[in-house]
């Protein structure tokens, strides 16, 4: 059992910045992948950046060069620093851990408007 809990969503005006946090807890020893998704009304689930066991990442290409994800394991938290977002970020974005065997566990979600 994985338990992710997402912090750091808001209302920001266009070209502004925001900084999500997913902590997890649980077996995260068995964390393969950790990712960001989010969700817009009316559309369906989007995967926005993944980072690996080994530090590996990868994003989707209408956010790259904008947004970052990264880890401080230490903290056994990963963040994902939003920039220069646009009104089309506006979503839900949910913390998503994939483990060995391909278990899934999701956060609760964070809500990101920004603003024209």
């Known amino acids: 059992q994985v338990q992710l809990v997402e912090s750091g969503g808001g209302l920001v005006q266009t070209g502004g910045s925001l900084r999500l946090s997913c902590a997890a807890s649980g077996s995260i020893f068995s964390i393969q992948f950790m990712n960001w998704y989010r969700q817009a009304p009316g559309k369906q689930r989007e995967l926005v950046a993944t980072i690996r066991h080994d530090d590996a990442t990868n994003y989707a290409d209408s956010v790259k060069g904008r947004f970052t994800i990264s880890r401080d394991n230490a903290k056994n938290t990963v963040y994902l620093q939003m920039n220069s977002l646009k009104p089309e970020d506006t979503a839900v974005y949910y913390c998503?851990?994939?483990?060995?065997?391909?278990?899934?566990?999701w956060g609760q979600g964070t809500q990101v408007t920004v603003s024209s």
């Open positions: 998503n851990a994939l483990l060995s065997g391909y278990k899934t566990y």
